[in-house]
């Protein structure tokens, strides 16, 4: 995955956010949203109804140009496709996922944080300590786990491959049923809830 991280740690004016809306593969999952800007994949959603993925677009990028795209630009078409292959457990990752070119906005802390979570191997896990220890900010356990939690490309980067010190899954913004859904998937230890 090419992370290409831009000077701003929002999206503005002089950006133009396509977005697509798909099933998302799991009925507990609902539909799936794909954003990209010609950087790249910008975000990744779940939610019960396209209403409130359309309403989520016009939250997150207020002052962007929003397009709709019916879906068959083929980075999005392939992404949809890898994404619900590998929630409905039929590959382990999906190779699209791993080409995605991301268009990767936060703060300094934030994005290094994401690169550490892209790091993960899959079917293995990190606590946000350790992943606080790899910065060289021992004491930022708490901000790594709300950085997770910003995260705007879950799937891609995997938040869902951290977890609490004491091994609990600790959060996810979709839920903890598909954090769980998605390690066991991935071969990773996720006895302790």
């Known amino acids: 995955m090419k992370a290409k991280t831009?000077?701003?740690?929002?999206?503005?004016?002089?950006?133009?956010v396509t977005y697509s809306l798909h099933d998302a593969g799991l009925?507990?999952?609902?539909?799936?949203?794909l954003a990209s800007t010609e950087r790249g994949l910008c975000r990744i959603s779940i939610a019960?109804?396209?209403?409130?993925?359309?309403?989520?677009?016009?939250?997150?990028?207020?002052?962007?140009?929003?397009?709709?795209s019916d879906g068959s630009e083929p980075s999005h078409a392939v992404l949809a496709t890898g994404l619900q292959q590998y929630l409905k457990g039929k590959a382990?990752?999906?190779?699209?996922?791993?080409?995605?070119?991301?268009?990767?906005?936060?703060?300094d802390f934030q994005v290094a944080v994401w690169q550490e979570l892209l790091a993960i191997p899959t079917g293995q896990?990190?606590?946000?300590?350790?992943?606080?220890?790899?910065?060289?900010?021992?004491?930022a356990t708490r901000a790594v786990g709300s950085a997770c939690g910003?995260?705007?490309?879950?799937?891609?980067?995997?938040?869902?491959?951290a977890k609490r010190t004491d091994g609990s899954l600790?959060?996810?913004?979709?839920?903890?049923?598909l954090k769980k859904h998605l390690l066991q998937l991935e071969g990773a230890d996720c006895s302790c809830n």
């Open 6 to 16: 831009a000077s701003p740690t929002t999206f503005g004016p002089d950006d133009t």
């Open 27 to 33: 009925p507990e999952c609902g539909r799936l949203l």
């Open 48 to 68: 019960r109804t396209d209403k409130e993925l359309v309403a989520q677009v016009e939250r997150e990028f207020p002052d962007s140009k929003t397009v709709r």
């Open 92 to 107: 382990a990752h999906p190779p699209a996922l791993a080409r995605a070119d991301m268009d990767l906005r936060g703060t």
């Open 125 to 139: 896990t990190r606590s946000y300590q350790e992943i606080a220890v790899r910065l060289g900010k021992p004491l």
């Open 150 to 161: 910003a995260n705007p490309l879950g799937f891609v980067v995997p938040c869902h491959r």
């Open 170 to 177: 600790g959060g996810f913004a979709w839920g903890l049923p």
